[in-house]
Structures are given as structure tokens and as C-alpha cells.
């Protein structure tokens, strides 16, 4: 779509932030990260966890904020 509307954007952050969780969580539950003791590791995992977390977060209120406006935009029209 163009314009101001951009309802991927919020998709492809979506996507990336889960990703992003995936992978965080993967390295925190990691025998290498458990075993290890390195904490610097760890709290990078868990810093980056919930770094994705809000961006999820974000682009689901873009995702949200792009339906109203399309909706108020078909109101309007109709």
C-alpha cells in the first residue's frame, strides 16, 4: 500500500521481533549458556529478549493503529 498507511511495516517488525525472541530464548535455554556460568552472555540473551518483546510489541499498536485508520477511511467513504 502507499502513503502514509504502511501496514507491512508492522507485519515485518512483528516477524523480526519474533524472530529475534526465538533466538534469545534459545541462547538463554542453551546447555553452553547454563553450564558455562557466563553471565555477560546471559544478560545479553535476556536484554535482547526483551528488546524484541517491545518491538512486537510497537508494531502490533502500528499493525492496530493502521486498521482504524483504514476503517475510519471506509466510514468516511461509505
Keep these: 500500500m502507499s502513503g502514509p498507511i504502511k501496514f507491512d511495516n508492522g507485519l515485518s517488525g512483528i516477524r523480526i521481533g519474533i524472530a529475534g525472541i526465538q533466538k534469545a530464548a534459545g541462547e538463554i535455554a542453551s546447555k553452553d549458556t547454563m553450564e558455562g556460568g ?11 529478549f526483551k528488546v524484541y518483546t517491545l518491538q512486537v510489541d510497537a508494531s502490533a499498536k502500528v499493525v492496530e493503529a493502521t486498521d482504524k485508520a483504514i476503517g475510519t477511511l471506509l466510514d468516511v467513504k461509505t
Design 38 to 48: 557466563n553471565l555477560h552472555d546471559l544478560s545479553k540473551s535476556l536484554i535482547d
